[in-house]
């Protein structure tokens, strides 16, 4: 849905954060807002936010 690169609206990283601070692993949160593990990572990584261990 979203190409890499996109922006990243306020929503979008609110929600990142959110999800991050309940520790879902960077997979979930790519599904849940339908963008690429890598962009998530690098996003989380821009941040300073280390993502959950994969389980």
Do not use: C, F
């Not at 849905?1 to 929503?11: L, P, R, V």
């Not at 890598?38 to 300073?48: F, I, M, P, Q, S």
């Amino acid at each position: 849905m979203n190409a890499a690169g996109d922006h990243w609206s306020y929503e979008a990283v609110q929600a990142l954060l959110s999800l991050a601070r309940e520790g879902a692993p960077v997979s979930v949160i790519s599904l849940k807002l339908k963008r690429p593990v890598t962009e998530v990572r690098a996003k989380l990584n821009d941040l300073g936010i280390t993502p959950a261990a994969e389980v």
